[in-house]
Protein backbone atom coordinates (compact mmCIF):
# COMPACT_ATOMS: atom_id res chain seq x y z
CA UNK A 1 0.00 0.00 0.00
CA UNK A 2 1.46 3.26 -0.79
CA UNK A 3 0.73 6.35 1.62
CA UNK A 4 0.71 10.22 0.23
CA UNK A 5 2.15 12.63 2.77
CA UNK A 6 3.18 16.44 2.53
CA UNK A 7 6.83 17.30 2.92
CA UNK A 8 7.87 20.29 4.98
CA UNK A 9 8.38 22.53 2.02
CA UNK A 10 5.19 22.02 0.43
CA UNK A 11 5.59 19.03 -1.65
CA UNK A 12 3.60 15.95 -2.04
CA UNK A 13 5.76 12.63 -1.61
CA UNK A 14 4.44 9.22 -1.19
CA UNK A 15 5.80 6.26 0.88
CA UNK A 16 5.50 2.48 -0.29
CA UNK A 17 7.12 -0.45 1.41
CA UNK A 18 10.87 -1.61 0.52
CA UNK A 19 10.37 -4.62 -1.58
CA UNK A 20 13.97 -7.37 -2.70
CA UNK A 21 13.40 -5.92 -6.17
CA UNK A 22 14.87 -2.66 -4.49
CA UNK A 23 18.03 -3.86 -4.37
CA UNK A 24 20.09 -2.45 -7.53
CA UNK A 25 18.31 0.87 -6.97
CA UNK A 26 19.42 1.09 -3.34
CA UNK A 27 22.50 0.30 -3.97
CA UNK A 28 22.95 2.73 -6.91
CA UNK A 29 20.93 5.46 -5.05
CA UNK A 30 23.79 4.70 -2.03
CA UNK A 31 26.43 5.43 -4.65
CA UNK A 32 25.05 8.95 -5.00
CA UNK A 33 25.05 10.17 -1.50
CA UNK A 34 28.20 12.62 -0.17
CA UNK A 35 30.96 10.89 2.09
CA UNK A 36 29.77 12.81 4.45
CA UNK A 37 26.07 11.13 3.90
CA UNK A 38 27.67 7.92 3.92
CA UNK A 39 29.67 8.13 6.68
CA UNK A 40 26.69 9.67 8.94
CA UNK A 41 24.47 6.63 8.01
CA UNK A 42 27.13 4.00 8.87
CA UNK A 43 29.27 6.24 11.32
CA UNK A 44 31.94 5.15 9.46
CA UNK A 45 33.09 5.25 6.05
CA UNK A 46 31.30 2.92 3.62
CA UNK A 47 31.85 4.24 0.03
CA UNK A 48 30.06 1.02 -1.65
CA UNK A 49 27.14 -1.32 -0.63
CA UNK A 50 28.48 -4.72 -0.36
CA UNK A 51 26.39 -7.71 -0.98
CA UNK A 52 26.45 -9.03 2.22
CA UNK A 53 25.26 -5.40 3.81
CA UNK A 54 22.72 -5.52 0.96
CA UNK A 55 21.16 -8.36 2.05
CA UNK A 56 20.74 -7.05 5.35
CA UNK A 57 19.41 -3.88 3.72
CA UNK A 58 16.71 -5.48 1.65
CA UNK A 59 16.64 -9.35 2.25
CA UNK A 60 16.18 -8.85 5.58
CA UNK A 61 13.10 -6.52 5.73
CA UNK A 62 10.15 -8.59 7.16
CA UNK A 63 8.06 -6.12 7.58
CA UNK A 64 7.11 -7.33 11.05
CA UNK A 65 10.51 -6.96 13.24
CA UNK A 66 12.12 -5.08 10.20
CA UNK A 67 10.43 -2.67 8.35
CA UNK A 68 11.90 -0.35 5.92
CA UNK A 69 9.77 2.76 3.79
CA UNK A 70 11.52 4.26 0.28
CA UNK A 71 10.05 8.05 -0.15
CA UNK A 72 9.38 9.82 -3.79
CA UNK A 73 8.70 13.11 -4.32
CA UNK A 74 5.76 13.78 -6.62
CA UNK A 75 7.02 15.69 -9.88
CA UNK A 76 3.64 17.20 -11.34
CA UNK A 77 2.06 14.00 -12.83
CA UNK A 78 4.92 11.89 -12.79
CA UNK A 79 6.80 9.81 -9.57
CA UNK A 80 10.56 11.44 -9.66
CA UNK A 81 13.52 9.87 -8.13
CA UNK A 82 13.48 8.06 -4.52
CA UNK A 83 14.23 10.77 -1.71
CA UNK A 84 14.50 8.45 1.45
CA UNK A 85 14.97 5.61 2.38
CA UNK A 86 14.41 4.55 6.15
CA UNK A 87 13.89 1.54 8.81
CA UNK A 88 12.88 0.52 11.92
CA UNK A 89 14.35 -2.79 13.22
CA UNK A 90 13.37 -4.09 16.63
CA UNK A 91 16.28 -5.46 18.41
CA UNK A 92 16.18 -9.04 19.16
CA UNK A 93 17.09 -9.08 23.09
CA UNK A 94 14.60 -6.26 23.49
CA UNK A 95 11.15 -6.76 22.09
CA UNK A 96 10.37 -3.23 23.40
CA UNK A 97 13.30 -1.59 21.57
CA UNK A 98 14.54 -0.37 18.14
CA UNK A 99 17.28 0.66 16.23
CA UNK A 100 16.38 3.57 13.40
CA UNK A 101 18.00 4.39 10.53
CA UNK A 102 17.55 7.35 7.62
CA UNK A 103 18.91 8.27 4.63
CA UNK A 104 17.95 11.46 2.92
CA UNK A 105 19.59 12.29 -0.98
CA UNK A 106 22.03 15.23 -0.11
CA UNK A 107 19.48 17.21 -3.12
CA UNK A 108 16.39 16.44 -0.88
CA UNK A 109 18.00 17.36 2.84
CA UNK A 110 16.06 19.96 4.53
CA UNK A 111 13.16 19.79 3.14
CA UNK A 112 11.69 17.63 5.41
CA UNK A 113 11.80 14.41 4.32
CA UNK A 114 12.89 12.73 6.99
CA UNK A 115 10.79 14.35 9.12
CA UNK A 116 7.88 12.44 6.89
CA UNK A 117 9.36 9.40 6.79
CA UNK A 118 9.98 8.68 10.05
CA UNK A 119 6.19 9.98 11.03
CA UNK A 120 5.23 7.31 8.77
CA UNK A 121 7.20 4.60 9.76
CA UNK A 122 6.36 5.39 13.40
CA UNK A 123 2.90 4.24 12.60
CA UNK A 124 4.04 1.06 10.89
CA UNK A 125 6.48 0.17 13.56
CA UNK A 126 6.69 -3.42 14.85
CA UNK A 127 4.63 -4.21 17.25
CA UNK A 128 5.31 -3.65 21.34
CA UNK A 129 8.45 -1.19 20.57
CA UNK A 130 7.90 1.50 22.80
CA UNK A 131 11.36 3.34 22.19
CA UNK A 132 14.04 3.95 20.15
CA UNK A 133 17.82 2.99 20.47
CA UNK A 134 20.24 4.07 18.47
CA UNK A 135 23.57 5.97 17.81
CA UNK A 136 24.51 9.32 15.64
CA UNK A 137 27.51 10.76 14.54
CA UNK A 138 28.20 14.25 17.23
CA UNK A 139 28.58 16.28 13.99
CA UNK A 140 25.38 15.31 12.72
CA UNK A 141 23.08 17.94 13.92
CA UNK A 142 19.81 17.53 11.75
CA UNK A 143 20.02 14.00 12.90
CA UNK A 144 19.52 14.60 16.18
CA UNK A 145 16.69 16.64 15.21
CA UNK A 146 14.74 14.44 13.26
CA UNK A 147 15.13 11.88 16.58
CA UNK A 148 14.43 14.61 18.91
CA UNK A 149 11.06 15.53 17.91
CA UNK A 150 10.09 11.67 18.14
CA UNK A 151 9.37 12.11 21.62
CA UNK A 152 11.39 12.53 25.26
CA UNK A 153 14.84 12.05 24.38
CA UNK A 154 17.66 10.54 26.10
CA UNK A 155 21.40 11.25 24.78
CA UNK A 156 24.54 10.54 26.07
CA UNK A 157 28.35 10.37 24.69
CA UNK A 158 29.44 6.98 23.39
CA UNK A 159 33.07 7.54 23.39
CA UNK A 160 34.41 9.65 20.22
CA UNK A 161 32.60 10.85 18.21
CA UNK A 162 29.69 9.04 18.94
CA UNK A 163 26.18 9.80 20.69
CA UNK A 164 23.85 7.53 22.12
CA UNK A 165 20.33 8.21 21.77
CA UNK A 166 16.88 6.99 23.45
CA UNK A 167 13.38 8.00 22.38
CA UNK A 168 10.43 7.52 24.18
CA UNK A 169 7.88 6.49 21.99
CA UNK A 170 3.98 8.32 22.20
CA UNK A 171 1.33 5.06 22.74
CA UNK A 172 0.19 3.44 19.04
CA UNK A 173 -2.11 5.73 17.17
CA UNK A 174 -0.75 8.91 19.14
CA UNK A 175 0.62 11.24 16.30
CA UNK A 176 4.42 11.36 17.12
CA UNK A 177 5.35 15.16 18.52
CA UNK A 178 5.33 17.83 15.96
CA UNK A 179 4.28 16.01 13.34
CA UNK A 180 1.50 18.39 11.97
CA UNK A 181 3.23 18.66 9.11
CA UNK A 182 2.70 15.23 7.91
CA UNK A 183 -0.50 15.17 5.29
CA UNK A 184 -1.29 11.57 5.50
CA UNK A 185 -3.67 10.18 2.86
CA UNK A 186 -3.44 6.03 2.77
CA UNK A 187 -4.07 5.13 -0.66
CA UNK A 188 -4.93 1.83 -1.98
CA UNK A 189 -2.58 1.53 -4.96
CA UNK A 190 0.19 -0.79 -5.02
CA UNK A 191 3.97 -0.14 -6.93
CA UNK A 192 3.68 -1.40 -10.30
C1 LIG B 1 19.85 13.21 8.93
C2 LIG B 1 18.92 13.22 7.72
C3 LIG B 1 18.24 11.87 7.59
C4 LIG B 1 17.88 14.33 7.93
O1 LIG B 1 17.02 14.29 6.80
P1 LIG B 1 16.25 15.59 6.29
O2 LIG B 1 15.19 15.18 5.36
O3 LIG B 1 17.25 16.58 5.81
O4 LIG B 1 15.61 16.13 7.67
P2 LIG B 1 14.33 17.06 7.80
O5 LIG B 1 14.34 18.08 6.71
O6 LIG B 1 13.13 16.22 7.97
O7 LIG B 1 14.67 17.79 9.17
C5 LIG B 1 14.75 17.07 10.38
C6 LIG B 1 15.23 17.98 11.46
O8 LIG B 1 16.63 18.25 11.25
C7 LIG B 1 16.84 19.66 11.19
N1 LIG B 1 17.92 19.85 10.25
C8 LIG B 1 17.90 19.53 8.92
N2 LIG B 1 19.11 19.80 8.40
C9 LIG B 1 19.87 20.29 9.41
C10 LIG B 1 21.21 20.73 9.50
N3 LIG B 1 22.02 20.71 8.44
N4 LIG B 1 21.68 21.16 10.70
C11 LIG B 1 20.87 21.17 11.78
N5 LIG B 1 19.60 20.72 11.77
C12 LIG B 1 19.11 20.31 10.59
C13 LIG B 1 15.53 20.23 10.73
O9 LIG B 1 15.38 21.60 11.10
C14 LIG B 1 14.56 19.35 11.47
O10 LIG B 1 14.49 19.74 12.83
P3 LIG B 1 13.16 20.43 13.42
O11 LIG B 1 12.05 19.45 13.18
O12 LIG B 1 13.48 20.62 14.84
O13 LIG B 1 13.00 21.69 12.63
C15 LIG B 1 19.69 13.57 6.41
O14 LIG B 1 20.47 14.72 6.63
C16 LIG B 1 20.60 12.43 5.94
O15 LIG B 1 20.15 11.53 5.25
N6 LIG B 1 21.87 12.47 6.31
C17 LIG B 1 22.80 11.40 5.92
C18 LIG B 1 22.49 10.06 6.59
C19 LIG B 1 22.23 10.25 8.08
O16 LIG B 1 22.86 11.04 8.75
N7 LIG B 1 21.28 9.46 8.60
C20 LIG B 1 20.95 9.53 10.02
C21 LIG B 1 21.60 8.47 10.81
S1 LIG B 1 21.00 6.86 10.39
Redesign the pocket.
Given at each position: MATELRL?DGSLAMTWALLPTDREGVRAEYEHLSPE?QR??FLTPVPHLSDTLLDRLVDDVDGVDHVALVLFVIDGDHVGHPA?LARIIRYSDDPTAADV????TDA?????????LLAELLRQRPDGVERLVTE?AAD????L??L??LGPTTVTRDGGNLLRVTVELPPPGTEPV?SAQSDRTPRGSTRS
Open positions: RSHRGAVTVYQGRGVASAVNPASAMRRD
